[in-house]
């Protein structure tokens, strides 16, 4: 690196002990226009005031016409972000990308991305320094599909340097072999020994052996609540993913009664799946019980929740769900499946499709993935793969009939 570069990052502080303290790396250090000698930041800032420059937004090139200006000699990270950001914040705008794609694309650009790139001219960077950045986002103990999405980040950084002639061409990039690994659904004995211990627990408060440190739940969640047990049946039926869960109102629901009795679910757009579903006739029942006891604790309108609707940090309560699912699964021991997959309150949704590929009688992968929201190719790479001979031992000792 060339030592007369000039260097744009004076206003970013990035604190390497949140990301690199365990791999021996140098401190960040803030660097000024001025050749003021560098000091160590102990502080960490996400980039947050990236978009309150409206000349910006509006002339994402600002910052590298600038550069260009001044003979700029460097090209660091911090300053590509900032134009990439702005780019797809247009895309949310266009529709083209949702706002939490562009908050993900926004934290790993901002975090991993910017913090091991700091000291890069990025019209170095080669196969081996991302392999290097590979390696690096290893030994942060990140999956490798979550690594995958790191990478598919920095293409957008590299794209961006050769279509502005910053660089000829991309540089290549490692291969890396991704192993699926499904969610682990749960078997027909363990579902039922799982409905039975959400309503054993409601009799139970559980019980916090760590009184020195802050327990994150609040008290009206650490004895079982009423509607858990419905909730997990309510997933079984309708398919639902957990974040559909958080949004579902009652004016999502409607009940439809004739030749089929079934619910219309129209919950709001998520991964880009707005096409309403049907669920199966049980849940009808099911969500009859929870609006009654919605109905009785003063709830149940149509702008209300149907799920915890006196949580209003629905995040919170997604976090709420998962911990009290997980509570339930850790007392019946199953929290890990027979080959050590890890199962979630998301399993919830595998197990739903994987009973409908076994009990659906003749039911089509399109029309399946069409009303769980999903692809044919989801359900082939992520929930039928999961599925044994002995699961569909009816159809395989089945005769053809004359």
């Not at 639902?240 to 757009?269: A, M, N």
């Not at 009785?296 to 709420?320: I, M, Q, S």
Request: hydrophobic share 40%.
């Amino acid at each position: 690196m060339s030592q007369h570069h000039v260097d744009f990052r004076s206003s970013y502080s990035v604190n390497f002990k949140e990301f690199l303290n365990t791999n021996g790396c140098m401190p960040v250090v803030r660097w000024s226009l001025s050749g003021v000698t560098p000091k160590p930041s102990n502080e960490f800032t996400l980039n947050t005031t990236s978009f309150n420059d409206k000349a910006l937004l509006n002339n994402p090139e600002k910052i590298i016409n600038e550069s260009k200006n001044t003979h700029n000699l460097f090209i660091g990270i911090h300053q590509i972000i900032q134009v990439v950001l702005a780019q797809e914040k247009h895309k949310v705008a266009r529709q083209e990308v949702t706002e939490g794609t562009f908050r993900m694309t926004k934290v790993r650009l901002e975090t991993h991305i910017a913090a091991f790139f700091h000291h890069t001219d990025l019209r170095q960077i080669n196969m081996g320094s991302i392999q290097r950045f590979i390696d690096y986002l290893s030994d942060q103990a990140l999956s490798t599909p979550t690594i995958v999405g790191y990478i598919a980040q920095l293409r957008k950084v590299l794209r961006h340097l050769v279509e502005h002639g910053h660089i000829a061409q991309m540089p290549l990039f490692p291969k890396m072999k991704i192993t699926q690994k499904p969610r682990g659904a749960f078997t027909v004995t363990e579902y039922a020994a799982i409905l039975r211990q959400s309503k054993l627990l409601r009799q139970h408060e559980f019980a916090w052996d760590k009184p020195d440190t802050r327990f994150h739940i609040k008290p009206i969640y650490r004895r079982m609540p009423f509607e858990m047990n419905g909730l997990i049946r309510f997933m079984v039926y309708t398919f639902l993913r957990p974040g559909d869960v958080r949004q579902l109102k009652h004016k999502h629901i409607e009940i439809i009664s004739g030749k089929f009795h079934y619910l219309r679910l129209t919950p709001p757009e998520i991964k880009r799946h707005k096409a309403p579903t049907v669920s199966l006739p049980q849940a009808v029942r099911v969500y009859k019980t929870l609006l009654a006891h919605q109905t009785a604790k003063g709830f149940g309108k149509p702008d209300d929740y149907v799920f915890f609707p006196e949580e209003h940090n629905r995040l919170r309560c997604l976090n709420t769900i998962g911990w009290l699912f997980n509570w339930i699964l850790n007392s019946l021991g199953l929290k890990a499946g027979p080959h050590g997959a890890d199962r979630s309150f998301y399993s919830l949704r595998h197990t739903a499709i994987t009973f409908r590929l076994i009990f659906g009688g003749n039911i089509d992968l399109l029309t399946l993935a069409r009303n769980a929201r999903t692809s044919v190719e989801m359900i082939e790479k992520f929930y039928a793969s999961t599925l044994s001979a002995e699961m569909n031992i009816s159809l395989l000792h089945s005769k053809r009939r004359s």
